[in-house]
């Protein structure tokens, strides 16, 4: 069966054992451990959404290796339409868990794989397009959590691999008969710990010398040599510590959980390596996720991010008794707009998407406006979140404790001064709420989903035709007329 | 023959007779002012584009009505590909003239003016759509300039027309058994005194008791009774007085130009009376062009003049020998992130457009993304003019005249001191053309295409489901579970 | 001895005992809770600075009641050197705690309590500017920690006092032959609880028939009926449980901690009482506060936190390895100018400050460059934090803990993987430095700290002579020669 | 007699006779021209405000030299005072011109000539500082319009002078015992062709072997050699053939007149050379040049256009009937806001300027604040231009010519409809002063005057402390904490 419940789902990650760090402790049980819980909680939520009927055209597709109905979070696109159904599919997650689906960045590098290993096999007579698909088929058939990692730690910035510690970057140490060992740390891995599989791909553009580096395969959870260390953080210590996690931000879900993972001579069978030293194929495989990428998480997985910040605004305007002043509806509209924006570009990429490579049967979203979908979803979700701090005021950081409100000494002050025109509950939960979004790690956290603004800028400069704009303004001026 | 060549065009448009003003002069023959003859050249290029083969695609359409071949400035769209080639082909247009193409506004009023009288006639058994499918017939099968106007006076806009001259806005003064006697006048109506036909639409939203404004028509060019008064300004100046037309900034075509038109006591026959008393349905009317109208003229129209000035800022800076300099690049990658964001969100409402009213078989963009798609051109255009104008610098507002290169006492001088990585010719040249879009008009013509943005934020907060929104919050922040 | 040494401070707040709520539990010792701990070291700091004497021009004044050296803190500014020294102090206090100096608000209503105190005296021959002297002298000599709050709880935000329960403003409940009763709730008090007083102002203009809401007091610390509710969130849960507070990101000083103070029939004696019933100067009670404040807040309190920002950013660059990279050197200087900006302003506003009213010997700030000085860092801090976020990268928000660097079991992966151009504890530390301004409270806490932007908005255009500018453009527009 | 009468100033330019050149044709009378006489009406109006006596304490000042009061257009900065009184000024001028007070960019030389000259000769024991006294001496009584150029022509923009024609930027081609022979151009030369003088100043940082670059000297108008080539644009081909000239946008003083100054050959005395080879300070010449023009500019010169801009947008506003609404209070108080921060940071830079070089008795603006001054202007005016166009709408670019109020074919309809809430005549009077802003050369103009934001970005870069901010970070952080 290729669609599985929520219920099979957390049996299945109930037995999961990963070697796990977080804030300086071991985590011993995943499903217990109010932090993984969470992202536990959250792909469970995705699994249930799956298998919901009213969202059955979204969240599922027909598998083209087996015909079979699966989940669309492991689909590869066919067409246009699978394209745009995969944007309604990242923006309902986010409104449905107000943080990572967790099945998102290894459907986004699925594509890459799927074109690139044909491309390959196709110019060198390799096989990795084979080994690929029956290791899609698997996934598939199992409908595993693939996890994705893709950014290197990197070490200085302004050094290539070769001239610093070589294991600054995920690379081959030894090739056997029977697979490749691989050694490095891939960061800001999104809940890899509790996923049935991680992806891992080149994070660089690698050069000619620098074969070790230009990799890509997959590996089970808690393969041996693996260590996650998790991210850490405020809004970590706060869910650690909770009574009551009502009384948190995003309750039930969280943040986006991410972590660190480290390959101490990681074993992998050649049948999970799906490149191993074709640096020409690297920046194919870099360009072909990051555009796939950016299309979703600039242009649907925030949109529906900034859905709720808008919808839990307008919330506090109407609790506070301001439901129809001026300028807040001229603040709360360019919220739309910018949402709106985003979204339209990432439309846009996938209605101009184009098989590639022709031949492939792989769709791959419009390269311009899937980075302008990002592009405009950075700045722009920093707007909205500046507009909703404003709008909703101080209060967002400066509330007391949910917990007053059962506290028997003062409940009675905070149900009376915290009420407007709506109950102090429901006041300060709405405004915990925001506080999530608009105190919290989702500003920087756009920045880093599928890469820095500077990197949108080198690409959309790199690939815009500059020489055909310059002919039009040419022609219109008549240089031609001149000497 | 529904197609007409650029030389049938030039013969019709050189019979026309409208009584026009212009600089305080009367303008007598249209093809002979510089101003005016700039207008017919600029139509006549859209009939070459029209008439060729590789546009034919783009340029024109099959006739819903005949099955001929037509215009696609004469088309209604029949399905979202339909408003995907208009955008196409508003963005060609622009590339290729610098300047409007003078069949748009008409043509962005023709889908409204069917999909309403549509919708009246079937509600209240009328025979508009009757007679608009007759005009159109007509228009087509001629292969006629269609022009539009809108935006009436207003006289003081804090009154409703009956509160003030009621010839502020449009009107019926008279209703007789052959037809209508109209009364008011139109402004920025574009290219109206050379079209063929100009359709009048309202500029408002009547309420009841205001019939007599909830008017819709269309009048030949010079009907008796109607005055054109053609906008005059510096840049009108300049080409009545240039010796040398090649020393003006968009040389052959121009500015926009657009006129006033003065209807004094205008009879219209019944069967070019579109609506005449439906005050409900005006709203639909001036919503469903203004969609339209802000798709192409904001994502598409602009879009092009947009290319222009990116490439012409892209030779100024080679010209300079500043080809890669970083921070032009970054300003450069930037104009290109405003641009592409517009056509965005022009693709997505063309790809979320739907047939509307229902029934009806004509299709209408997305109305979210087309308010946006004009909202960023607003301050895009802007930033794109400001950034042209500061990686040209100052010589775009301080140059000479070109005609100094002529000139023997000082030309040596000129090809000395304004030589740069490229001759002194092409540099001015370039500057010339840069200045008319970053020193002119088309600035402000950005917001008054398609109105200003209040309008598209009125429109978006409006139509903008929140309730959606804050249901997505209040359900993950668990707003239930308060008192 | 006026200025009294950090110990001196420390012994005093050691026998405070207000009746303070935090996270659902009483706080039983100031000086032990981590949060409550964070609010006195940050405040002795500033005693510190005080009795340096590098600082001494800076941070102490000669009182002008009784000649003695105080601290600026509690100066009335007499001339337009006291304002821009206060700036002075400002910014250097922001620069040396990274947060509240926890003496700011109440020393920025103390300048508006004698110039309008004096004018109500001068007016209607009341006490209350002796009164406020002879305290102003009390708090003087002993070198209090004087607080301040001004915003009510407000309930409904449509509706006035009378209108609703009203005890959602702050008001007298009966008059005594001794003092006054007062009753309500005020917000966001900063370091109310550790402080040694608390004054207490108008959050509101108040009108004809809302003389009990026209009120300016003082109490001390833990006046009977006073409760204190603090703020709680993720950073206060961080700091409570931490082991080793030099894991945070502000490690000595932490947050701005604020608090929600309940008066609950609270009895006030007269001579501790600065305005009661007198409506008619609510407004410039409230205005004088708020320039002061606004010039203080906008435009030196948070230029010290914008300089920490970006001297943290530029740390960041550097230990990455990208020291010279040209966008980042960009961004930076965006940094700069944002900062220097608001500062810019806030010069300008203490340079062209009056005495007001004229006769009473108080220095006040311009109005109108005071709140832009507020308005400018109100979206310019936004901005910074949003450039600091693009430069630093996701590690920002991904990082695991500081701990991991101790936990034997992974700290050599740590030591390797974290580590770039410096080593991994220089990183993460700097890294959660920043952490705390860019994915914390400060955002919105920038809004909060003297009001949003539309209440500046609103003065500005109040205060503008338009009528001035409109005359000149008349003028040269020879408007007099129309008809 | 120091300070001259307008009359006097008139009969003065009507003796000079420069080679000039506009539009290809040689001007023969700088009175008659109707451009060039916009010009000297402009600067008659200047000398007339100078002798006002309401202006005298901003318009004049007392001589250094003689003690005597001259204009303070001719004045060196001797305090701060004289640096802030010198704001007032500026904006005045702009406020009373719209347009170029002519007399600016000299003015903001002569205390760059006075420090740096002061400086070499302290260095080098030459006798430049003697010369320039002398010569400042005969300027102030004689009361002269002292031009001023910087920029040259630079040809390849990649290439240093002697990598190409070594014309590109002026230099010394002969050194003869009794002067120097100069050779090259100047472009943006603001009014130098009717001013009595023209100072020249190095437009680059010289480097050893480009020591004939290294040149300051003065000429007076018309020297033999020099040829002027005006700037020819729209405006001016309005203006030359305007029967009125009220019906133009600024109508009286035009547009900001420049030109290119072609020196071929020119003689200068050594009584009037500055400097002459010493490269090492050509980048303080400039710097200081710089500092005090981009205060002025930016901060007190584009904020009298700021304040017309407003004032015009706000009697459109109703003109049109809107006096009162929401969005245009909201859009005119953002105009405001940014005009009003340009000021602030001027009044910044005087108020924290110093002497400079020490000893030398003159006053130089704070380097950072004027460049700040400037890139917020740079902005901020393409903004305030932008909303003014929002809020004015269409008409200001389509607008029929004031004639046809006149032409009695259709003045009636003109009167009738383009009427409002003010008649139709005051209406197109300020639409047309407004077309002059929003539509036309001064948004580029505005990068142009002072240099583009490039260069001030990189002077704010290269002048802020990043270091003392570092160590704040460092500080807080406890860096030194770490191994």
Redesign the interface.
């Known amino acids: 069966m290729a669609v599985i419940t929520a219920d099979e789902y957390r049996e299945r990650v109930a037995r999961l054992t990963p070697r796990l760090?977080?804030?300086?402790?071991?985590v011993e049980r995943l499903t217990e451990h109010p932090v993984t819980k969470g992202v536990i909680d959250a792909t469970a939520r995705v699994y249930e959404l799956t298998a919901d009927p009213q969202y059955a055209d979204i969240m599922t597709a027909k598998s083209h290796l087996t015909g079979e109905p699966i989940s669309r979070a492991l689909h590869i696109h066919q067409c246009n339409k699978d394209l745009q159904k995969r944007l309604v599919m990242a923006r309902l997650s986010s409104?449905?868990?107000?943080t990572c689906n967790y099945r998102c960045p290894g459907n986004e590098m699925l594509p890459s794989l799927a074109a690139t290993t044909w491309e390959i096999d196709q110019d060198k007579g390799t096989e990795y397009h084979q080994r690929f698909n029956e290791y899609l088929k698997y996934a598939q058939e199992n409908d595993l959590v693939v996890s994705g990692s893709v950014?290197d730690?990197?070490?200085?910035?302004?050094?290539r691999p070769l001239e610093q510690?070589p294991?600054?970057y995920v690379h081959v140490v030894e090739k056997r008969a029977d697979g490749i060992v691989v050694k490095g740390?891939k960061?800001?891995a999104t809940g890899a710990y509790a996923a049935d599989e991680t992806l891992v791909l080149p994070g660089m553009s690698c050069r000619t010398g620098e074969e070790d580096y230009a990799l890509a395969f997959v590996i089970p959870n808690g393969a041996e040599g693996v260590?996650y260390?998790?991210?850490?953080?405020?809004?970590s210590?706060?869910r650690?510590?909770a009574e009551d996690i009502?009384h948190i931000g995003?309750?039930?879900?969280g943040q986006r959980e991410?972590?660190?993972i480290?390959f101490?001579n990681v074993f992998v069978p050649w049948d999970r390596v799906f490149m191993c030293g074709e640096v020409e194929y690297t920046q194919s495989f870099i360009t072909r996720f990051a555009k796939t990428h950016r299309m979703n998480c600039g242009g649907a997985c925030k949109v529906g991010f900034m859905?709720?910040?808008?919808?839990?605004t307008?919330?506090v305007a109407e609790y506070?008794?301001?439901k129809n002043v001026?300028?807040i509806?001229?603040k709360?509209?360019?919220m739309?707009?910018l949402n709106?924006?985003s979204?339209?570009?990432a439309?846009?990429?996938a209605?101009?998407g184009k098989e590639e490579p022709a031949g492939s049967g792989v769709y791959m979203p419009d390269e311009?406006?899937s980075n302008?979908?990002k592009?405009?979803t950075?700045?722009g979700f920093?707007e909205v979140?500046?507009l909703a701090?404003?709008i909703?005021?101080?209060?967002?950081?400066?509330?007391?404790?949910e917990?007053?409100l059962?506290?028997p000494?003062?409940k009675d002050?905070?149900a009376?001064?915290?009420?407007?025109?709506a109950?102090a509950?429901?006041r300060m939960?709405?405004m915990?709420?925001l506080?999530n979004w608009?105190?919290?790690?989702h500003?920087?956290?756009t920045?880093?989903?599928s890469g820095?603004?500077?990197n949108q800028?080198?690409v959309?400069?790199r690939i815009?035709n500059?020489e055909?704009?310059?002919?039009?303004?040419?022609?219109?001026?008549?240089?031609k007329?001149?000497?």
Chains 1, 2, 3, 4 share one sequence.
């Open positions: 760090f977080m804030g300086g402790k071991k409104q449905k868990l107000g950014t730690t990197k070490g200085d910035r302004s050094k510690d294991d600054a740390a960061q800001h260590t260390v998790a991210q850490y953080n405020p809004f210590v706060e650690e510590y009502q995003n309750p039930i879900y991410t972590c660190l480290v101490d859905d709720l910040i808008i919808g839990a307008q919330l506070n008794g301001l001026s300028h509806a001229q709360v509209t360019r739309i707009q709106d924006t979204l339209g570009c439309i846009a990429a209605h101009l311009a406006m302008i979908a592009l405009n950075n700045d920093w979140m500046r701090g404003d909703t005021g101080g209060v967002v950081v400066t509330s007391p404790s917990k007053e059962d506290n000494e003062i002050y905070m009376k001064y915290l009420k407007a025109a109950p509950d429901k939960r709405i915990k709420f506080q608009v105190a919290g790690l500003g920087v956290g920045y880093q989903g820095p603004s500077q800028m080198m959309l400069y815009t500059l055909e704009k310059k002919k039009m303004a040419e022609e219109l001026a008549n240089i007329g001149c000497s």
